[in-house]
C-alpha cells in the first residue's frame, strides 16, 4: 500500500529556515503528483505547494518566494525547503499524493496523506 513518511520539522527561530522531506512507498513515484498542505490548531489544512511528476511547481501565495519543492525520484522522496519562516508558518506539514482532479490546491484531490511533521517557529 502506499506510505507516506514526513520528516525534518522541529523548533526553529523566525528568519530560520528547515527542509522537510517526505519519504514515499507502495507506489510508481516518478510519475506522481506530490502536495504539500499545512494544518495550524482549530485551522483548515491549507495548500503549501505542489510539485508535478515533471516537476512543474505551484505555490500558495504565502510560500512564493520562500519555499522550494523538488523531488529525487531515485530516493522516491520530495522536499520542501523552507526559508524565511515566520511564527504564522507554524504548523503540522502534510505531504500527499495528488489523484484527479484540476485543482492542486484542493487537499479533496488528493489520495494519500503522511502523517505529518510539527514545524514551530518561534518569534
Known amino acids: 500500500q502506499v506510505q507516506l513518511v514526513e520528516s525534518g520539522g522541529g523548533l526553529v527561530q523566525a528568519g530560520g529556515s528547515l527542509r522537510l522531506s517526505c519519504a514515499a512507498s507502495?507506489?510508481?513515484?516518478?510519475?506522481?503528483?506530490m502536495g504539500w498542505f499545512r494544518q495550524a490548531p482549530g485551522k483548515e489544512r491549507i495548500f503549501v505547494g505542489a510539485i508535478s511528476w515533471a516537476s512543474r511547481t505551484d505555490y500558495s501565495d504565502s510560500a512564493k518566494g520562500r519555499f522550494i519543492m523538488s523531488r529525487d525520484n531515485a530516493k522516491n522522496t520530495v522536499y520542501l525547503q523552507m526559508n524565511s519562516l515566520r511564527p504564522e508558518d507554524t504548523a503540522v506539514y502534510y505531504c500527499a499524493v495528488w489523484g484527479s482532479g484540476d485543482i492542486r490546491s484542493n487537499p479533496a484531490n488528493y489520495d494519500y496523506w503522511g502523517q505529518g511533521t510539527q514545524v514551530t517557529v518561534s518569534s
Open positions: 507502495g507506489l510508481t513515484f516518478s510519475r506522481a503528483s
